[in-house]
């Protein structure tokens, strides 16, 4: 009697704990989707099997619910169910009991619904069966699954290797994950993570300043604080590879169908990892107060001379997919001469060469690299049309980068192997 007391009051202290704790956070829901490319035959067999075994158990129990909606079932290792032929029985491997419990739970939450809208006066049917189940719920954190952040992967109760997560850089480094769902949608499996972290860290995360960002051709992105940011998005070896076999092999034979498919998951790979960049960069990005860029700045090269190298850096899909997702994006005017002006002190140049990587500016003389000084350039321009006063001051006439920024930029972009992060250099000689 006493012991019981004694942990019934620990339980209670430690809800207290963690309700204290909860008030200093909020909870935030991740999409991570899983990399199918990544998965072996066994995980894509278990994967389509823990949805079937779902939808067996769930409407095993909705057929009969005073009977099957208690903790016995959360053990069934079989269930029975109605098919065109009569009833038959289905085996439940892969479904753990703590995931069982989570289906079983959602039950009860939906029966509990469905009575208080009834004592409310609403009209209400009865539970459903279901031709399909989409969710399946991750109750407890390092039991059902367990999320390995520095290899990018998860693992999942009942399956062997863990699975490979996209993603996951997102996560604050002192987030607290509570709870999972595993996810089914026509394009894929996600995890959906539910995490608490500390209103105190994100406000620190949050970068309050500008930032401009000069697009190019040798450093794909230079910003306005000094950094500059290249990617590599290029077909592999092996997708030049498999192109020359199924050239060599006879059209529509076993294997010409099979060196097709490959080629389609080598570009389902390329395709990811791109999508990957696009999003570390935009989650940096989304950090700062204002994100400025020249308008048409990448159309216009397309036309000319280096039209296909930039295709395949995928820079027009990280410009469309900033006008989607910042609210802050301010553009500049394209016919704005950024690379000509000194940043400095605005003297413009006659003409700068594509080949010339520094700026060297007659006047004031400084040396700067080239595609920082357009970034400043952007950065000066655009603020003109920001209204807070406060904001116009900041980095305008040298780069300026905070630790804030350099440890988001290392987080965030550091655990993709694609990206690389250099400084741009910047000698300020005095004025003559
Ligand atoms: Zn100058």
């Given at each position: ?259 097709k498919e490959k080629i389609q998951r080598e570009y389902q790979k390329i395709y990811n990892r791109r999508k990957d960049i696009q999003n570390k960069i935009i989650s940096l990005l989304k950090k700062y107060k204002y994100v400025l860029i020249q308008d048409e700045q990448i159309k216009q090269w397309q036309r000319g001379l280096f039209g296909k190298q930039i295709q395949n850096t995928g820079i027009g899909g990280v410009i469309s997919r900033l006008k989607q997702n910042l609210e802050t994006l301010i553009s500049v005017d394209r016919y704005e001469a950024t690379t000509k002006i000194c940043s400095r002190c605005g003297n413009k140049k006659e003409d700068i060469k594509l080949s010339d990587r520094t700026y060297k500016c007659e006047v004031c003389g400084l040396v700067i690299d080239r595609d920082l000084n357009s970034a400043i350039n952007i950065l000066k321009i655009g ?50």
């Amino acid at each position: 009697m006493i012991v019981t007391l004694d942990k019934k009051q620990k339980i209670k202290e430690s809800l207290k704990k963690t309700k204290e704790k909860r008030k200093n956070q909020i909870a935030k829901v991740y999409q991570l989707k899983i990399s199918y490319s990544n998965l072996n035959k066994q995980q894509k067999q278990w994967l389509k099997r823990v949805f079937l075994e779902a939808k067996w158990l769930y409407n095993y129990v909705i057929a009969d619910i005073p009977n099957r909606l208690n903790p016995q079932t959360e053990k069934a290792k079989q269930v029975e169910i109605k098919t065109p032929n009569g009833f038959e029985i289905r085996e439940i491997n892969c479904l753990s009991s703590q995931m069982k419990q989570g289906i079983l739970d959602r039950i009860r939450k939906n029966l509990s619904d469905l009575s208080k809208a009834k004592q409310k006066g609403i009209k209400v049917g009865k539970l459903k069966f279901k031709s399909q189940v989409r969710s399946i719920p991750l109750k407890q954190n390092n039991i059902t699954f367990k999320v390995l952040k520095n290899k990018n992967r998860i693992k999942l109760q009942r399956l062997k290797k863990p699975v490979r997560l996209l993603g996951l850089h997102q996560l604050p480094e002192n987030s607290y994950i509570a709870k999972a769902e595993l996810i089914k949608k026509p394009d894929g499996y996600y995890i959906y993570l539910t995490c608490y972290i500390d209103k105190e860290q994100i406000k620190q995360e949050k970068i309050n300043k500008p930032i401009a960002i000069d697009f190019g051709i040798k450093h794909q992105l230079t910003l306005s604080n000094g950094i500059k940011i290249n990617y590599f998005i290029e077909e592999t070896k092996r997708l030049r590879k498999l192109q020359k076999k199924l050239s060599r092999q006879k059209k529509r034979s076993r294997n010409y169908q099979k060196t097709k498919e490959k080629i389609q998951r080598e570009y389902q790979k390329i395709y990811n990892r791109r999508k990957d960049i696009q999003n570390k960069i935009i989650s940096l990005l989304k950090k700062y107060k204002y994100v400025l860029i020249q308008d048409e700045q990448i159309k216009q090269w397309q036309r000319g001379l280096f039209g296909k190298q930039i295709q395949n850096t995928g820079i027009g899909g990280v410009i469309s997919r900033l006008k989607q997702n910042l609210e802050t994006l301010i553009s500049v005017d394209r016919y704005e001469a950024t690379t000509k002006i000194c940043s400095r002190c605005g003297n413009k140049k006659e003409d700068i060469k594509l080949s010339d990587r520094t700026y060297k500016c007659e006047v004031c003389g400084l040396v700067i690299d080239r595609d920082l000084n357009s970034a400043i350039n952007i950065l000066k321009i655009g603020l003109e049309k920001v209204e807070e006063t406060t904001i116009k001051n900041i980095g305008l006439d040298r780069p300026e980068l905070t630790p804030v920024e350099r440890k988001a930029t290392a987080r965030i972009l550091g655990s993709n192997p694609y990206i690389r992060v250099s400084y741009a250099s910047l000698k300020q000689e005095a004025p003559n």
